[in-house]
């Protein structure tokens, strides 16, 4: 059975810096692509950063050269390092996972909230 399970949510200023982080468990990770979406009250799930097996990154542009994303094989795990916080940036963040070659996620974490003050 496949688990993501998100952490590292929270209540931050606007900018500051968070760190989300998702174990997987029940899969074969290193094999798996790897993203961080969000959704904010109103809006449509957005991707936000998104990181290959093979370790190749792209990022929405409204978040380029604020968030970094990487992935840890040994452990398991995906992070997404956010700095420059802006309150537009305020949603529940999801890691999900998809088999290579597909354009779909299969799986997905429960989410995690993220609020930024201004």
């Known amino acids: 059975q496949v688990q993501l399970v998100e952490s590292g949510g929270g209540l931050v200023q606007a900018g500051g810096s968070l760190r989300l982080s998702c174990a997987a468990s029940?899969?074969?990770?290193?094999?798996?692509?790897m993203g961080w979406f969000r959704q904010a009250p109103g809006k449509q799930r957005e991707l936000v950063a998104a990181v290959t097996g093979g370790g190749s990154t792209n990022y929405a542009d409204s978040v380029k050269g604020r968030f970094t994303i990487s992935r840890d094989n040994a452990k398991n795990t995906v992070s997404l390092q956010m700095n420059s916080l802006k309150s537009e940036d305020t949603a529940v963040y999801y890691c999900?996972?998809?088999?290579?070659?597909?354009?779909?996620?299969?799986?997905w974490g429960q989410g995690t909230q993220v609020t930024v003050s201004s």
């Open positions: 029940g899969l074969i990770f290193s094999v798996y692509g």
């Open positions: 999900a996972a998809r088999l290579p070659l597909r354009t779909t996620y299969d799986y």
